[in-house]
């Protein structure tokens, strides 16, 4: 799909249905987002570049639109107290909760990766702090694809070994 104009993007607009769906979880709010990411991929069709992936870009559209709608929502839902202590209140929350459980789940999860041998650990926890791959195979001075497979065995370890939170 070369050409960007309206019967192009009908009829990608079909396939973005279901993942409209699988954001929101719920059809109406699918058929907002989808009408809401048509409407801006016409608007800005001037800055779709021909020759590139029209239904990565709508995909793309689509992801940002539901973002930045939920980041306004929670914000919206978010009340600053003006009081000395500057306390931040979710209107939404007013349960109590038990950090126990999750005490207990965190020991756990710190006990697994703990466990894991250092060659697996090391790139598996520069990845979970933001790392991109060629940054720890530079680091660690390790091939790419090495890096690869040592997080995704890693993470293989963990699943394993926290099987019970599953």
Not at 22 to 51: C, H, M, P, V, W
Not at 82 to 89: A, E, F, G, Q, S
Request: charged share 25%; hydrophobic share 40%; net charge neutral.
């Amino acid at each position: 799909m070369a050409t960007l104009d309206f019967t192009s993007i009908n009829a990608v607009s079909k396939s973005l249905k279901p993942f409209a769906l699988k954001l929101t979880k719920d059809s109406e709010e699918a058929n907002d987002l989808l009408q809401e990411t048509l409407l801006k991929a016409f608007t800005n069709r001037d800055k779709f570049t021909e020759g590139t992936n029209l239904k990565a870009w709508l995909y793309t559209i689509m992801k940002n639109t539901f973002i930045t709608n939920y980041q306004r929502l929670v914000r919206r839902n978010t009340f600053i107290d003006t009081t000395d202590n500057m306390h931040y209140i979710n209107s939404s929350d007013s349960v109590t909760q038990n950090d126990a459980y999750a005490t207990f789940a965190m020991d756990d999860i710190q006990g697994a990766i703990d466990s894991l041998d250092e060659a697996y650990r090391v790139p598996f926890m520069m990845h979970y702090r933001g790392f991109k791959y060629h940054e720890i195979a530079e680091k660690l001075q390790i091939p790419i694809g090495t890096v690869k497979n040592r997080i995704h065995i890693a993470r293989k370890e963990l699943k394993a070994s926290l099987a019970q939170y599953a």
